[in-house]
């Protein structure tokens, strides 16, 4: 099967495995190269996977989708880190990843209070348009 990681900025990877197991939102799964075609949402999360050479590589993701198709399995996340070591990778996850997470939610939350704000604005402005007086 080929792997392929995409991140919003470039390819992350791309190689040849034989399997590849994972944690996506309904359970964890390990997918073969005649499994049946599959794609699911997944957390945060270390997956592991099977070179051709027999080598086990180690990549934490933050949220994404996989999606396999045929004999080729393709992630789409927001970040990926590969490493030998799952202790660096655990520490990865529990650091950066919700680091990025807190930081996203208060850009929601920014971003939603000036919206109101302009909302508001504009509901003002049609009020004052409305009876002739600026």
Known sequence: MK???????QTFLETEISKI?????DGFFTLLPKHVDFASAMPPNI?????LDGQTKYMACNRGIVVKKGDEVSLSVHKAVLSDSLQSLSRTIEV???QDD???KEVNTVMARLE?????GFMKLKGDGADGSL
């Open 47 to 51: 997956l592991h996977f099977k070179t």
């Open 21 to 25: 197991d994972f944690e996506a939102l």
């Open 102 to 104: 807190e930081e996203r």
């Open 116 to 120: 109101a704000g302009l909302s508001r």
């Open 96 to 98: 950066e990843f919700k």
């Open 3 to 9: 792997l392929r990681v995409f991140t919003p900025v």
